[in-house]
Each structure stands twice: as structure tokens, then as C-alpha cells.
């Protein structure tokens, strides 16, 4: 900091009375959280801190950084926060690698280690083209989503898979992918285009109580037979991170076979739409909204505590043109969806009890929406990945009406063709506020 003689002394006296409220001049108390946002063209991770007052976003002296060190090509398209906020997880579709960042008390981003999505055990990549991630609430697991099994590419297409990361305790260090006892493969079959992937901690399981463990969503966009058709895809975990498929039967009105029944994809799902894009749940665990790119609605269902997910008789619900992000607001009272075509967001409101939607309005935000997010600690300023556009715009979301305000001075520059944006909660400031 640097100080000139002029009003020296009543500079001093502003800085005692800063003091005595508690605050310094060099305080972070004003800084809310932190927002990275990945961007494919240049494989880097812009990183903002957000103003607590405003909601505006300014760039870290150090942004933006390398997606993944020495992989100039490796095109990131998700990430992921430790629910600490210690640490940060890109996936590099291009080189199927994902990347562990840890977060530093500044908001700074400092890469530690590189692990292939999946390898057998000499470290040959055995599975490519990694999609999403999430990790479950306890943070001891990664969850990967990818496109292709061993033996699978673009010419030759077929199903995907999950893999599952340990996550090491004090470092975020990610252990060797777990093994699948059914096949002794490095990941759990799902099917040909897996695209998101959602961790719900629900524990009223099918069986026995099953503390630790819960649900793990995968949405589909499958094209069986050269028909397009959403799958939801239902596994239940345990504390030690295993996957269970949920045990249904084909004649479920709502249950589709798909590519199901073969080696590759054992696993039956859930019809989701036509062409689903994203999934998000509410708080209570109760409520799923997958948003469906080809119809531009989004889809909603009740979890019942089988485990089975039962689309809702009011949905779907209109959305604007080609909706790509989703994701619910931490009071569990409002769905956002990052609708790309029609460069804006929808805003819908939750009957707390039913799960059904209402409104429908929202706001306009710069090209092209990917991903759509809420910055934890407050939970009242919203941010999407604008990547035609280059940007991330900010809106300030009503608490009482979940109406969008534009922040002001909203475009932000990122780095170029954002895919996807993830924020955090500064460490100053807990996240429980919006309870």
C-alpha cells in the first residue's frame, strides 16, 4: 500500500475507526466468494473474486490460468468445487485428463496433479472424452462422467461410463479410479453420450439404511436405432463410494432399454425428454429438473424414496430456445436455466411441496449461455459462461421473487469460448447465510 503525506492524519483516524469495526484496509470481508470459469479455445480458467455489495466480478492478478499445465489442447468443458472450497476439478474433454487445482485463501488457483479419466493399471488411458463431474457432499468422491469405453472412438461409437475418484483427505489429491467388481473395469457402465452427472446424499434407499451413501444421476443423450431419446440413468452409492444400478423392471412405463442388456451397458434408465442437456436437484433432495436442448422445455420429477424417479403431471415446463445449464438456488426455491439460443436465463419458481414450476420469465444475458451458477454465500447473485459472447454476465436474483437485476457493469471478459463457471463461498463468509 502505498501512502502520500497529504490527509496522513485523518487517513490514521479511518483506519483506527476501520479497526475498531472490526475491519482493516486490506480486509477480504468484502470479497463474497470467487468465480472460475473454464474456456475451450485457449484451455484456461478465468478466476474473479465477487464484490459481497455489489455482485461485480473483477479478474485475479493472476487470471487467467492453464486449464491443465503443458496441454494446450486440452479444450476444458466442466468443473467442480471440494464442498470445503479448498479445491477445484477440470475436465479436459480433449485430453481426457482432469486437472486438480488447489484454491488458495486469495481465490488463486495452484494446479497439483493431472490424472487420465481412465487408465488400467500401467496407466493406459482405457476410457476418453470425459463430459461433467460432481462430487458427493462429503467430499470423499470424484464422479467423471465420459463417452467412450476401451475400444470405442467417433468412427466407431459407443457407450460411456463413470469413474469414481477417491479424494484424499487435507491434500484433494484423487486416488486410483475405483473397480467396478462386476467386470474389474475402472468404471461403471452408463450409455452412448453420457453429459452430466448430479450427487444426491438422499439416504431412503430401496434396502438397509445406508449412512454415507445416496443417489448418483447420470443424463443421457442416446440415439438408439438413430432416435434421439434422454435417459436418466440411477445408481445408488455407498459411504465407500460403490455403485449399485437401481433395480428396475422394462415394463416401468418409465423405464426405456435402450442400448441396456449388452456387455458394454448392462444398465436399464429412465425416459428424460428427447436431447437432455443438464440436471440439477433442490436441497431436500426431492426434486430433479433436467433441461432438454431439442424440445426447450425442462423436465421435472419427484425422487421417491425407492429410489425411482417419477416425472411430475404439471411438466414439462418452456424454457427458451435450446437450454443447456440448469441449476436450483441454495434456499431450494428457484430453478435457473441457461438457455443458449435465445441468450438468456429462465426463472421459475418451486412449489415447495409439489416440485412443480411456475413463471417462466427471467432475463437476457449476453451470446450464447452455457452454464448458469449462484455464488453460495448469499445466494443472491447469479453468473453464466457466455461462450459466443466471451463473457460472464452477472444478475442479482430477488430473494422474495427470484427476478433477475442486472449487476452493474455486467459484461465481464473471460477467456475465449467459456464452457462452464463454478463458485465458491470465500472463507470469510459462511455459506449457511442463505438458510
Not at 486440452?74 to 468445487?81: F, G, K, R, T, Y
Not at 486438480?100 to 493406459?124: E, P
Not at 438408439?224 to 416401468?252: D, E, H, K, N, R
Request: charged share 10%; glycine share 12%; hydrophobic share 40%.
Amino acid at each position: 500500500m502505498k501512502w502520500n503525506r497529504t490527509g496522513r492524519g485523518l487517513k490514521a483516524l479511518a483506519v483506527s475507526l476501520a479497526v475498531g469495526l472490526g475491519m482493516t484496509a486490506c480486509s477480504r470481508d468484502y470479497t463474497l466468494g470467487y468465480l472460475y470459469v473454464t474456456a475451450a479455445r485457449t484451455a484456461l480458467i478465468s478466476a474473479y473474486s465477487i464484490d459481497f455489495q455489489s455482485g461485480a466480478l473483477q479478474q485475479l492478478s493472476d487470471s487467467p490460468v492453464p486449464s491443465s499445465s503443458g496441454q494446450t489442447n486440452a479444450n476444458p468443458v466442466a468443473l467442480v468445487s471440494s464442498p470445503n472450497g479448498l479445491y477445484l476439478y477440470v475436465v479436459n474433454h480433449d485430453v481426457s485428463s482432469i486437472a486438480q487445482f488447489d484454491i488458495g485463501t486469495d481465490g488463486k488457483l495452484y494446479q497439483q496433479t493431472t490424472t487420465n479419466v481412465v487408465s488400467n493399471a500401467g496407466g493406459s488411458i482405457v476410457g476418453s472424452f470425459p463430459t461433467s463431474a460432481a462430487i458427493d457432499p462429503s467430499g470423499r468422491f470424484l464422479f467423471v462422467t465420459f463417452t467412450f469405453q476401451n475400444g470405442f472412438t467417433t468412427a466407431r461409437p459407443g457407450p460411456g461410463g463413470v469413474a469414481i475418484f477417491p479424494i484424499t483427505a487435507g491434500t484433494g489429491a484423487l486416488g486410483a479410479a475405483l473397480v467396478n467388481p462386476a467386470t474389474q473395469a475402472p468404471y461403471f457402465p452408463v450409455g452412448f453420450n453420457p453429459v452430466g452427472v448430479f450427487v444426491n446424499p438422499q439416504v431412503n434407499l430401496p434396502t438397509a439404511p445406508n449412512p454415507g451413501g445416496g443417489f448418483m444421476y447420470v443424463v443421457d443423450q442416446d440415439r438408439t436405432g438413430g432416435v434421439a431419446q434422454g435417459i436418466l440413468y440411477v445408481f445408488t452409492y455407498t459411504a465407500a463410494g460403490a455403485l449399485t444400478a437401481l433395480p428396475v423392471t422394462i415394463t416401468t412405463p418409465n423405464v426405456v432399454a435402450s442400448d441396456a442388456g449388452t456387455t458394454a451397458n448392462p444398465v436399464l434408465g429412465f425416459k428424460a425428454g428427447t436431447t437432455p442437456g443438464a440436471i440439477a436437484v433442490d436441497p431436500t433432495g426431492r426434486f430433479l429438473y433436467i433441461s432438454d436442448e431439442a424440445t426447450n422445455q425442462l423436465g421435472a420429477f419427484l425422487q421417491t424414496s425407492s429410489g425411482v424417479p417419477t416425472p411430475l403431471i404439471s411438466g414439462p415446463f418452456t424454457t427458451g430456445l435450446f437450454p443447456i445449464g440448469v441449476t436450483v438456488d441454495p434456499r431450494g426455491e428457484y430453478v435457473y436455466v441457461a438457455n443458449f439460443g435465445s441468450s438468456t436465463v429462465s426463472q421459475f419458481t418451486i412449489d415447495v411441496q409439489t416440485g412443480s414450476l411456475s413463471g417462466g420469465g427471467g432475463a437476457g444475458v449476453a451470446t450464447g449461455p452455457t452454464c448458469v451458477t449462484i455464488e453460495p454465500g448469499l445466494g443472491k447473485y447469479l453468473f453464466t459462461s457466455n461462450n459466443l459472447d466471451s463473457s460472464v454476465s452477472a444478475e442479482q436474483l430477488d430473494p422474495h421473487s427470484g427476478a433477475l437485476t442486472q449487476v452493474q457493469g455486467t459484461q465481464f471478459a473471460a477467456a475465449a469460448l467459456p464452457t462452464c463457471a463454478v463458485a465458491i463461498a470465500n472463507g470469510a463468509h459462511a455459506t449457511q447465510i442463505v438458510n
